[in-house]
């Protein structure tokens, strides 16, 4: 049975995200909530979640020691499959540019700022159900469509330096990458654990794939 290390460093929605995974495994994955390096250096897949401001997020992963190298050990070098949630998905930048700039993972070249309004009636931050435009045909969104709705609470995005590894957009005043993917690494900004069926089918699909 393969093991999903669900990385624990604080996260506010650590838990929900477990339930989500545990429920799209069906008995087929063991998940595992650690901030063991041991165990997430060797797991078989590797999920970040993350909700909060870049900058405290990226200090509080910094903080549990080993946890990045082992993350970058089982994604870059054994090419674990990496699924980063939310904030998760923004950590994969190379800086953020919230309260200052801070240094991300750097996994996917790229900036996440803040999200721009022309329009004062669409406000900020983003939440709730919207629909996703251009889906990549990309084997963990391959259950989405264009026109799905998924769920978003955020007020910064992650824009990526190169838009061919931007797997889906989403307007929210402006168009955004709503996910990315870049070799055994991908991420979605929305939660999946709070997208019902749409969300459960991804994260199935993820546990599934074989980049």
Known sequence: MQRIALINYGSGNLRSAEKALIRAADGKSEVVVTDAPDVIAT????????????????????????????????????????????????????????????????????????????????????????GLTGVADHPVFGGLKDGQTVYFTHSFAF??????????????????PAAVARGNVAGVQFHPEKSQGAGLDLLARFLEWRP
Not at 68 to 79: F, V
């Open 43 to 130: 797991a078989d897949r590797i999920v970040l979640p993350g909700v909060g401001a870049f900058a405290a997020c990226m200090a509080a992963l910094g903080a549990r020691s080993g946890v990045i190298e082992a993350m970058t050990e089982a994604a870059h070098g054994k090419g674990a499959p990496f699924l980063g949630i939310c904030v998760g998905m923004q950590l994969l930048a190379s800086r953020g540019l919230e309260f200052g700039e801070t240094p991300g993972l750097d996994w996917i070249g790229g900036d996440v700022r803040a999200l721009q309004s022309p329009d004062p009636s669409i406000k900020i931050p983003h939440m709730g159900w919207n």
């Open 159 to 176: 824009f990526p330096k190169d838009e061919a590894e931007v797997a889906a957009y989403v307007k929210h005043g402006e168009r955004f």
